[in-house]
């Protein structure tokens, strides 16, 4: 087997070990901070949520940057194991937090070391032949989408049965074990002493040698916009669940199970929507994607059942599957030989930058709003990005814009 298909083989197991371990407690997080941190009220339950779901994202967007200008240097590899042992060991700790002051510290350091996701984007990247990026892009999104699908649901029957703090320890142990397969099997060909002798460029320098090339900026904001209006909603995902399925029983299982079958057909459609996007053009499938997740948000606001919520949440993935692996697709054939893992590190900055402000302006407008009005909001963002995607990629893959579009 090529050796490309090797490393995508092993990192989208990686991914998915991950990403199963990082969703876990989605389905519990504000359930968490009112049974065992101590928190009521609604409203305050809601914002703290929020601000402890952007912590993780505040952080790494500062530090994402840092780790990929590193990556340049020293390999990518060696990030990846930096990523997944250290947040392996902060997850377990997580565990024991008493109050959601610990928990927001924790997940804000977290944030600092995080990078196991973009780490392996940039190392596939880097060894895929450019005509097959758009398949090999997919495919380790439905890797991570796949841990999303099982993580929120084995989360939630876990904390059903042993309670949340349980949940934690496996977290870590999924990302330890995780980082040992990566360690064991991912090969890199990275000229150590080629890199080390190449000018080094400060982060802001780096930036701006990649702001010239005009698809860039227009791809890092597609991403922060898609994170944003995907996020808003998220932290109080399980309140909603609540609410439509009207009572406690069995609650954790019916709020990871909405958002498992988002993160089912994500799996399903990225590796075909990837595969399409190397024939037919990533910006085709990037805007039919925004506008078709738009379209999906709408019904979510008007659910009368858990059910009904759940076809919608379907069908909203089906969609998700065509953006950020499309958007890293688009990235990486805009961008020079060398610079891969700066321009995912900028990249991941964004999309961290729209994590954290997503749950954070979502747990603020929950309270005049309801979760009802960010459906509302992200069908509205999504749609506008697609309008906007549409006239900013052909706007910048004119002839006098410089390098042409993929």
Known sequence: MQRWKVNLAVLWFGNFLVMSGMTMITPFLALYLKTDLGLTNEHEIGVWAGLIFAANFATSFLFQPIWGRLSDRYGRKIMLLRSGFGMAFVMVLMGFATTAWHLLALRMLNGVISGFQPAAVSLVSASTPKERMGFAMGTLQSGGTAGVILGPLLGGMMADTFGFRPIFYITGTLMFLASVLSWVMVKEKFDRSAAAKAPQVSIIKGFQELIVIRQIPVLLTITLLIQFAMLSPMALMPLYVEKLHGTTHNLAFWAGLVGAVTGLSNMLFSPLLGWLGDRIGAKTILIISLAGSA??????????????????????????????????????????????????????????????????????????????????????????????????LRRAASPNAGRRLA
Do not use: H, K
């Open 295 to 392: 379209v999906m948000f709408v019904p979510q606001a008007f659910s009368t059942s858990v059910g009904e919520l759940l076809v919608y949440r379907f069908l909203l993935g089906c969609f998700m599957g065509g953006l950020i692996p499309t958007v890293n697709s688009l990235l990486r054939a805009n961008t020079p030989d060398g610079m891969e893992s700066r321009a995912f590190g900028f990249n991941s900055s964004a999309m961290s930058l729209g994590n954290m402000l997503g749950p954070v302006v979502g747990g603020l407008l929950s309270g005049p709003f309801g979760i009802e009005g960010l459906f509302l909001l992200s069908a509205v963002l999504l749609l506008a990005n697609a309008v906007w995607t549409f006239t900013a």
